[in-house]
């Protein structure tokens, strides 16, 4: 009977507190189908006087001759190119600090571990720099072009900890056969880290799918700008924002990213709770 009550209570907890967490996104959701009278004044509801699907068709229709479809296509390109060059440099350092054997490979690797607690922002202006120097700016190669190079400290120390959990032994006998070091690499680490690898592309996904700061940066022509940037030109401080269009298309840039989490939760959670486990 005691655990009983526990288990009530722990549920009812988790599910009062999930409800608060996800409250924001159904209040957004609300907000844009309400007339933009209805929005703050009637904040507190979540259900709309009446129901204004105009508000979608005006948020996609965009600025101009610009559609929010571009903004989209626009995040996708990059977003895709960010997670293929995340996922293919992140994972061959990560094996060369877990597997290979060099000069000063422990200083490297605290290097790397303290570029992790680095912000952003001490960066920027470097980086900034020098891509100005070399004609990179407003352009899509400053938020694509880092991803290949070097990996991201974070997804390295991650597939790390994961491949130090696999056997030697599968190398040792793979070395037997006649097997390189990359293909010891491509046949044997690669097919046993897709958890891990199903963790880095997703996780890598939602920073710059959700990104506004880099794009911010880089970017100045309109057609150029990315689904975060779009969504700040529905809002002028000097004029009217049009509330009405930019929760519409707040809820519509959250969809990839619910259906990512959707259709590999399993493997998100497979590969953060398999990650260094020996």
Avoid at 25 to 33: D, K, N, R, Y
Avoid at 50 to 72: C, R
Avoid at 77 to 105: D, N, W
Wanted: glycine share 6%; proline share 5%.
């Amino acid at each position: 009977m005691k655990q009983t009550k526990s288990d009530i209570f722990f549920h009812v907890f988790v599910i009062g507190f999930g409800l608060l967490m996800i409250y924001p996104i159904f209040w957004t959701l609300a907000s844009s189908l309400k007339p933009e009278s209805d929005i703050f004044k009637n904040a507190a509801s979540l259900f709309p006087s009446e129901f204004k699907w105009d508000n979608y068709a005006l948020g996609w229709a965009g600025f101009g001759d610009i559609t929010f479809g571009t903004f989209f296509l626009n995040s996708s390109i990059v977003t895709v190119l960010v997670v293929i060059g995340t996922l293919i440099s992140s994972t061959l350092v990560a094996f060369g600090f877990a597997r290979l054997h060099f000069k000063f490979k422990r200083v490297l690797f605290v290097c790397l571990l303290a570029t992790i607690m680095l912000p952003h922002q001490v960066t920027l202006i470097p980086q900034y720099i020098m891509f100005h120097k070399i004609g990179w700016v407003n352009t899509f190669y400053p938020l694509v072009v880092p991803a290949f190079i070097g990996g991201v400290p974070f997804f390295i120390f991650l597939m790390v900890q994961f491949i130090r959990g696999i056997p030697r032994e599968l190398d040792e006998a793979a070395i037997i056969d006649g097997c390189s070091t990359f293909g010891i690499f491509w046949n044997i680490i690669l097919p046993l880290t897709k958890p891990a690898l199903a963790t880095v592309a997703i996780f890598s996904f939602y920073w710059t799918w959700d990104d506004f700061m880099t794009p911010l940066i880089y970017l100045n022509d309109t057609k150029l700008f990315t689904v975060s940037l779009g969504l700040r030109l529905f809002s002028d401080p000097s004029a009217v924002t049009a509330w009405g269009p930019l929760f519409a298309m707040s809820i519509a840039s959250l969809i990839p990213t619910f259906l990512i989490f959707l259709f590999f939760q399993k493997h998100l959670v497979e590969g953060v709770a398999t990650t260094g486990i020996k």
